[in-house]
């Protein structure tokens, strides 16, 4: 049971260049969530998806779009990388919303120089 | 003021040793989570509350709604116990609002 998979673990980006960040649950969850997480900071809501087909903003998604591809995926695009986007990304997923328990992939760490 | 406030930010400990870890939230919430997150980085769920008290092996959470805070304890606490602990709570049904994390070494 691989509950939440994010792919790639690690990712170094130029200024200006795209990339998206891949995430998929096999837990049959409605809901799925990309977060960031900056040193001194708690996480902050990119994007969620609260169920297949909707997408809604969250705190910080200037920067960022999102797909909501079937229910297992979720991703993440960087349109035009910038060095405020270096960050650790989450990508989770939870069965009906955050008053749910929450299941978290491991992580991307994105370095954009 | 931040809306999920922890303390300590930083706990070390001796192995055995008993540890609380406090939870203080300013909004009305529908449910608070307690997380995990090992230097590795990933993140492991640990307790989801809404009332009362919940305890995992050596792990307990408690919440108490009126006084909008929570704690997090480990009995007998262990090296492997060390990582950050994180409060979360849920403000509606599409968002958690994070506290910073409690940085928790156990030294053997």
């Known amino acids: 049971n691989a509950g939440v998979t994010q792919t790639p673990k690690f990712q170094v980006l130029k200024t200006g260049q795209s990339m998206t960040l891949q995430c998929a649950q096999d837990m049959n969850h409605n809901s799925m969530y990309w977060y960031r997480q900056d040193p001194g900071m708690g996480l902050r809501l990119i994007y969620y998806s609260a169920s297949e087909g909707t997408t809604d903003k969250g705190e910080v998604p200037n920067g960022y779009n999102v797909s909501r591809l079937n229910k297992r995926e979720f991703s993440l695009r960087l349109e035009s990388a910038a060095p405020s986007q270096t960050s650790v990304y989450f990508c989770a997923s939870s069965s009906q919303g955050m008053n749910t328990e929450a299941f978290f992939g491991q992580g991307t760490r994105l370095t954009v120089v | 003021k931040n809306e999920v406030e922890q303390s300590p930010q930083n706990l070390t400990a001796q192995e055995g040793e008993f540890i609380t870890i406090n939870c203080s939230y300013s909004?009305?919430?529908?449910?608070l989570h307690w997380l995990q997150q090992h230097p590795g980085g990933g993140i492991v769920s640990l307790f989801m509350?809404?009332?009362g008290k919940k305890k995992h092996g050596r792990l307990i959470a408690t919440i108490n709604i009126q006084e909008k805070h929570s704690s997090l304890h480990i009995t007998a606490s262990h090296p492997r116990d060390s990582a950050v602990y994180i409060c979360?709570?849920?403000?509606?049904?599409?968002?958690?609002?994070f506290g910073e994390g409690t940085q928790l070494t156990v030294n053997p």
């Open positions: 979360a709570v849920g403000t509606s049904g599409s968002r958690l609002t």
């Open positions: 509350l809404s009332s």
């Open positions: 909004v009305g919430i529908s449910a």
